[in-house]
Nanobody
Framework: QVQLVESGGGLVQAGGSLRLSCAAS????????MGWFRQAPGKEREFVAS????????YYSDSVKGRFTISRDRTGNHVYLQMNSLKPEDTAVYYC????????????WGQGTQVTVSS
């Protein structure tokens, strides 16, 4: 089981930027993909961005496309979410997730980090 730990959340004014980090540790695993999801109060968790480990293809929700960028380090043990031009509607708890080889969907989740964007 891989452990995922997010960091980098906080309070920022609208138009500002934050960079979220996700560190993977524990038993060595092979990821098919890693992604970021978010959940705002009273709403369902939603997809934000993902990256396929093989080839590095990236995917974004329409609401963040052009403002957020997902990336990873060379070791593959860290994935990042650079968030620019933040809006109050981006306020949510952001979760890092990993899909292991053989898994049909994301099967490892972090504990989440709060992002609050003030207007």
């Amino acid at each position: 089981q891989v452990q995922l730990v997010e960091s980098g959340g906080g309070l920022v004014q609208a138009g500002g930027s934050l960079r979220l980090s996700c560190a993977a540790s524990g038993r060595r695993f092979s990821a098919v993909a890693m992604g970021w999801f978010r959940q705002a109060p009273g709403k369902e968790r939603e997809f934000v961005a993902s990256m396929r480990w093989s080839g590095g293809s990236t995917y974004y929700s329409d609401s963040v496309k052009g403002r957020f960028t997902i990336s990873r380090d060379r070791t593959g043990n860290h994935v990042y979410l650079q968030m620019n031009s933040l809006k109050p509607e981006d306020t949510a708890v952001y979760y890092c997730a990993a899909q292991s080889v053989g898994a049909e969907n994301y099967n490892s989740w972090g504990q989440g980090t709060q992002v609050t964007v003030s207007s």
